[in-house]
């Protein structure tokens, strides 16, 4: 089985590895695939959107038996101290059936959210916060907030594990 997931982001490819061989025999590849949507998706549709893109243009490039998209950003969430809340969502594409799903959700400070707002990635405030260049293709921003208690991965493999619950129980989820 060949998987192709649209990102070369070794945090994303590896998240995708690690599930799929818990229940496959199968090959990933890391391709880089549109989005489609901005940079630093802002509400939930966009990351859906911006995941389900990654996912058929990555599994149409390679002729891959599935393709995965992973798609990070912030959503408005009421009774939050600054009003939004972090999140992953994955989408698996086989051709048929988009299957969906996402990974914890916690606060961003509110100063995370005004550079957000005023044009910057997430990536580059993690920079500037942490003093390290590139920590979203390591630990993220979640490492910064946790102590390292979490990293990015935690968040891109629970992602990928919700998506793939159907997959895997395809007799209750879609009739196999």
Known sequence: MKVAVGTKNPNKVDAVREVFSDYFEVE???V??????????MDEDTMITGCINRARNAR???NADFGVGIEAGVR??????SGYTAVTWCAI???????LGSGP????????????????????????LSGEKGLNRRG???SLVT??????KDLNTAAVRSAIIPLVSKQLYLGD
């Open 105 to 128: 959700q916690f606060e961003w400070p509110a100063s995370f959210i005004k550079g957000l707002k005023g044009g910057k990635e997430l990536g580059t405030i993690a920079d500037e």
């Open 60 to 62: 149409d490039s390679e």
């Open 147 to 152: 102590g390292g208690k979490m990293v990015r």
């Open 76 to 81: 408005p969430t009421n009774r939050t101290l």
């Open 28 to 30: 990933v590849v890391g």
């Open 93 to 99: 594409i086989d051709g048929d059936n988009v299957l």
């Open 140 to 142: 993220g921003m979640i």
């Open 32 to 41: 880089k695939a549109a989005s489609g949507v901005a940079d630093q998706p």
